[in-house]
C-alpha cells in the first residue's frame, strides 16, 4: 500500500511539473509576443522643442503666449526664470541678464523692449512698402493676402 500511495504521490508530483512547465511556458510566450507587438506598435514622437524668441517683435506676443500655456504648466515656478532665459535668443537675452530669478520681473523688461503694440507699426508698415498691384500680377495679390493674413494672427 506504501508503494501504491509513494507512486501515485510521484504521478501527480510528475503530471503536476508537466502541467506547470507548459503553463510556464505559454505564459512566457504569450507575454513576449505581447511585448513585441507592443513595442513594434508603440509611436515615439519627439520630444517637444521649447519655444524660441530671437528678437523679431511680430514673434513676440506667439511666444510669451507658447511660453505661459505650454511650458509653465510643465515646470516648477522656481526653474522658470531658468528656462525662460535658455528659450532666449543672444539679443533678448541680453536684455534679461542683469534679472535674477524674477520671472515677472523679466517679462516686464522683454515686454518693454518688444511691446506687442509695436506690432501694429511692423504690420502697417509691411502693407504700406506694398506697391500697387496690377491686373495680371497675381503672385503679388497673394504677397499681399499673405501680409494681411499674417498681421491678423499676429
Not at 509653465?72 to 532665459?85: D, F, G, H, Q, V
Not at 536684455?95 to 520671472?103: A, C, F, N, P, T
Request: hydrophobic content about 35%.
Amino acid at each position: 500500500m506504501q508503494n501504491t500511495r509513494s507512486e501515485w504521490i510521484r504521478n501527480v508530483h510528475a503530471h503536476y511539473n508537466e502541467i506547470s512547465a507548459k503553463k510556464i511556458e505559454s505564459f512566457i510566450a504569450k507575454n513576449i509576443d505581447h511585448d513585441n507587438v507592443r513595442k513594434q506598435n508603440l509611436l515615439q514622437p519627439d520630444k517637444v522643442k521649447m519655444p524660441l524668441f530671437t528678437r523679431r517683435i511680430r514673434d513676440y506676443p506667439r511666444f510669451k503666449m507658447d511660453f505661459e500655456k505650454q511650458v509653465m504648466l510643465t515646470i516648477n515656478i522656481e526653474s522658470a526664470p531658468y528656462i525662460l532665459r535658455s528659450c532666449l535668443s543672444k539679443e533678448p537675452a541680453d536684455v534679461v541678464k542683469s534679472i535674477d530669478d524674477d520671472l515677472e520681473a523679466m517679462w516686464k523688461r522683454l515686454h518693454e523692449k518688444y511691446d506687442p503694440t509695436k506690432v501694429v507699426d511692423v504690420i502697417m508698415n509691411a502693407i504700406q512698402i506694398t506697391r500697387n498691384i496690377r491686373d495680371g500680377e497675381n503672385n503679388r495679390r497673394v504677397e499681399l493676402i499673405n501680409v494681411v493674413e499674417d498681421g491678423y494672427r499676429d
